[in-house]
């Protein structure tokens, strides 16, 4: 037996158009016209990319810093010593350490969303992978979160910064900020991530990468974007 749509569900259905592409702001305007959800939903992004997610060398991984941020507020865990470390502290991280901070991760202490390394730390995080990696936290330098500049890193992680990784589909997805934010504010929070994704084209990718771009929110119907609409 099929099961029965929601009053919600059945109202967001009767305003989808199916196989149109919409311009970014048709889009977000429509997503903030519909039955909201009982509390404050992000808008979500999902880029089909042109790449084979088989090989290895076409792995896209990445950062990107979002101009009006995510609107979540983000605890940072840092691990460095010295001078890094005052300057951690003093670039807003929430928790600054080293083999003190390791026994707590291997305690299951984990109150934090990031975590960042400065390179003479990485001996002390290395023996934390199997606690991290699961949880998409262990430092990379790919993104950004095995440098020298800690400081930099902490405020970029503090002020909207994403990471994005393309999935066994070959699709990256991400959040760009929340409902309630104004339309041209996520619009240019999607071109500053789709910049830093179109710089990430592995080189043996062939044809069109970014193929499809989709929009969403927590609880919403997907919306194709014409990515003419969108300046990256």
Same mark, same amino acid.
């Not at 989808?16 to 903030?32: H, N, R, T």
């Not at 992000?42 to 042109?50: A, Y």
């Not at 300057?87 to 305690?107: E, H, N, P």
């Not at 400065?118 to 262990?138: E, H, I, K, N």
């Given at each position: 037996m099929a099961q029965q749509l929601s009053k919600r569900q059945q109202v967001i259905q009767k305003q989808m158009v199916p196989g149109k592409v919409y311009s970014f702001l048709e889009a977000i305007q429509l997503l903030k016209q519909l039955p909201p959800a009982k509390f404050l939903e992000s808008v979500d992004i999902s880029v089909n990319l042109g790449i084979d997610a088989k090989k290895s060398d076409q792995a896209v991984r990445g950062a990107s810093v979002l101009p009006h941020g995510t609107g979540k507020t983000v605890r940072v865990a840092v691990f460095t010593q010295g001078a890094n470390a005052d300057a951690a502290v003093a670039a807003g991280a929430d928790i600054v350490g080293m083999d003190d901070l390791a026994q707590k991760v291997q305690a299951g202490e984990m109150d934090f969303d990031v975590v960042i390394a400065s390179p003479d730390a990485m001996g002390v995080v290395g +023996? =934390?992978?199997?606690? =991290?990696?699961? +949880?998409? =936290? %262990?430092?990379?330098?790919?993104?950004?979160?095995?440098? %020298?500049?800690?400081?930099?890193?902490?405020?970029n992680a503090k002020g909207g910064q994403v990471r994005f990784r393309s999935d066994k589909n070959g699709i990256i997805h991400c959040s760009i900020g929340k409902l309630n934010f104004d339309a041209n504010a996520l619009k240019e929070n999607l071109e500053a991530l789709m910049e830093n994704l179109r710089k990430t084209k592995p080189s043996s990718s062939k044809g069109i990468y970014l193929r499809k771009i989709t929009l969403s929110t927590t609880m919403g119907p997907g919306l194709v974007i014409d990515q003419a609409s969108l300046t990256f």
């Amino acid at each position: 037996m099929a099961q029965q749509l929601s009053k919600r569900q059945q109202v967001i259905q009767k305003q989808m158009v199916p196989g149109k592409v919409y311009s970014f702001l048709e889009a977000i305007q429509l997503l903030k016209q519909l039955p909201p959800a009982k509390f404050l939903e992000s808008v979500d992004i999902s880029v089909n990319l042109g790449i084979d997610a088989k090989k290895s060398d076409q792995a896209v991984r990445g950062a990107s810093v979002l101009p009006h941020g995510t609107g979540k507020t983000v605890r940072v865990a840092v691990f460095t010593q010295g001078a890094n470390a005052d300057a951690a502290v003093a670039a807003g991280a929430d928790i600054v350490g080293m083999d003190d901070l390791a026994q707590k991760v291997q305690a299951g202490e984990m109150d934090f969303d990031v975590v960042i390394a400065s390179p003479d730390a990485m001996g002390v995080v290395g +023996r =934390l992978g199997q606690v =991290l990696g699961p +949880r998409g =936290l %262990m430092p990379n330098p790919k993104v950004g979160t095995v440098t %020298m500049d800690v400081a930099t890193a902490v405020k970029n992680a503090k002020g909207g910064q994403v990471r994005f990784r393309s999935d066994k589909n070959g699709i990256i997805h991400c959040s760009i900020g929340k409902l309630n934010f104004d339309a041209n504010a996520l619009k240019e929070n999607l071109e500053a991530l789709m910049e830093n994704l179109r710089k990430t084209k592995p080189s043996s990718s062939k044809g069109i990468y970014l193929r499809k771009i989709t929009l969403s929110t927590t609880m919403g119907p997907g919306l194709v974007i014409d990515q003419a609409s969108l300046t990256f």
